[in-house]
């Protein structure tokens, strides 16, 4: 067990629709990441939080947006959902924003849209 | 940009062979370069890293050597186990910039061993 927790567990819903996917750091950890990982791309970089500041972009289309709240979780909204949306979400956490520190990864959410 | 090239698999080897699995990346500057393994049904967990040249990072009986010239991270491990059996990830973190807390994953190898 990691310590970051994530939910749902499981997502299924339709095109068009819009979801929002939790993510709960390991206590003490300031620093959130969001991936997603899919058949096609692979694991990528969305966006990442650091103490309820953005602070990197990575490849997160202008549909999905993100924030973290002052108790340091932090969520992913997917709006407009399409078919190639359907993916494994992660979320993890770290001490740091830099630097050598561990990631700690969560069990993900699957995103299934039908 | 930062990329990591893994060879993708899948590799099915019988219990008590050795694997290794290519890893090599491009980054400028002094990337850290870590190894993550997936088991079905979980989230990643950090295998092992290394954080400059000529590193050696290790852990559970693998291996992997930070190779600057050569730009690479192989993992090596000279007994698998069945439990070995997951989808492993190589991965690097730029060390520089505004991405500096990123990190950017190969594509994964699939590793089957069989009794």
């Known amino acids: 067990d990691s310590g970051v927790t994530q939910t749902p567990k499981h997502l299924i819903t339709a095109t068009g629709q819009r979801v929002t996917l939790r993510c709960s750091p390991r206590s003490g950890d300031l620093s959130v990441y969001w991936y997603q990982q899919s058949l096609d791309q692979g694991l990528q970089f969305l966006i990442q939080?650091?103490?309820?500041?953005?602070?990197a972009k990575g490849n997160i289309l202008e549909r999905f947006s993100a924030q973290q709240f002052p108790d340091l979780h932090s969520e992913l909204n997917l709006s407009s959902l399409e078919l190639g949306d359907s993916a494994l979400y992660f979320c993890?956490?770290?001490?740091?924003?830099?630097?050598?520190?561990?990631?700690?990864f969560g069990p993900g959410t699957r995103l299934t849209v039908t | 940009g930062n990329s990591v090239t893994q060879m993708e698999g899948p590799v099915t080897l019988s219990e008590e062979a050795f694997l290794t699995i290519n890893c090599t990346y491009t980054?400028?500057?002094?990337?850290?370069l870590f190894w993550y393994v997936q088991y079905p049904g979980e989230g990643l967990q950090l295998l092992l890293k290394a954080t400059k040249a000529d590193d050696k990072g290790s852990n559970k009986g693998f291996e992997a050597t930070y190779r600057k010239e050569t730009t690479s991270f192989h993992l090596e491990k000279g007994s698998v186990q069945v439990s070995d059996s997951a989808v492993y990830f190589c991965?690097?973190?730029?060390?520089?910039?505004?991405?500096?807390?990123?990190?950017?994953f190969g594509k994964g190898t699939k590793l089957s061993v069989k009794p």
């Open positions: 980054a400028t500057g002094y990337p850290s």
């Open positions: 991965a690097l973190r730029g060390n520089y910039g505004g991405s500096q807390g990123n990190l950017i």
């Open positions: 993890a956490s770290s001490v740091s924003p830099t630097g050598t520190y561990e990631q700690y």
């Open positions: 939080y650091y103490n309820g500041e953005e602070r």
